[in-house]
């Protein structure tokens, strides 16, 4: 079935400096998206990158997909502490009566020193 | 702006007894879904509803678990004979409508969920 790999699990970094989250997909994905966790918190929509070769922006966030819809992006420019999380990618797969399912990825857990 | 609610937002339960999980999805959306996530795990999908019926479900949802839209509001989680492994905060999604267009969907909204702990 349909696999969603993250890496790293886990990136510490100071604040102000750039962060980078990579996923890759075992299958050719129609979209993914990303999904930010705070702490304690539920997944909350970021991003849905749909063309092949796209690339968004939200602020210091950046957000690619590659040429071949597998895998995709995340960096983060001159972290600061509102930026800790977990931030997850997801590749839809399609069921019945239009609905989809989400498979994430494990996600990368970012924690940014003062 | 509109959110999902779930209640309880934590739920304690003897290994064996049955649990009911609630969400209220937005109220103009039309298709459901559940999603757990066991502690510092990724998020896993469980089923997905819509019409009435289970859309698709995974090979976790087996016989022990069901859902049920009993109102126009609610959306519930039936947990039955609960198992220690089933301890995991419990993640009730949304979307207005289904795929959308052919390569784009509509975003899931995610309640604020429900921990679940077995003892």
């Known amino acids: 079935g349909q696999q969603v790999m993250q890496i790293p699990q886990y990136q510490h970094v100071q604040e102000g400096e750039d962060f980078t989250t990579y996923c890759n997909s075992s299958?050719?994905?129609?979209?993914i998206q990303w999904y930010k966790q705070r702490p304690g918190g539920h997944p909350v929509f970021l991003i849905q990158?749909?063309?092949?070769?796209e690339v968004k922006k939200q602020k210091r966030l950046t957000f690619q997909f590659g040429e071949a819809k597998k895998n995709s992006s995340l960096h983060i420019t001159a972290t600061q502490t509102t930026d800790v999380g977990t931030y997850f990618c997801a590749g839809p797969r399609y069921s019945g009566a239009g609905s989809y399912q989400l498979t994430f990825g494990k996600g990368t857990k970012l924690t940014v020193i003062p | 702006e509109p959110e999902v609610t779930q209640t309880p937002s934590h739920q304690v339960t003897q290994m064996g007894q049955e649990v009911i999980l609630r969400c209220v999805p937005i109220?103009?959306?039309?298709?459901f879904y559940w999603y757990r996530q066991i502690l510092g795990q990724k998020v896993e999908f469980l089923v997905s509803f819509y019409n009435n019926e289970i859309s698709e479900k995974s090979e976790i949802f087996d016989d022990q678990f069901s859902v049920e839209r009993p109102d126009g509001s609610n959306f519930t989680l039936k947990i039955r004979s609960t198992k220690l492994e089933d301890s995991a905060m419990y993640f009730c999604?949304?979307?207005?409508?289904?795929?959308?267009?052919?390569?784009?969907?509509?975003?899931?909204?995610f309640g604020d969920g429900t921990r679940l702990s077995i003892l």
């Open positions: 299958t050719t994905l129609s979209n």
């Open positions: 999604a949304s979307t207005e409508t289904g795929t959308g267009g052919l390569y784009s969907n509509q975003p899931q909204h």
């Open positions: 109220s103009n959306h039309l298709y």
């Open positions: 990158l749909v063309k092949s070769g």
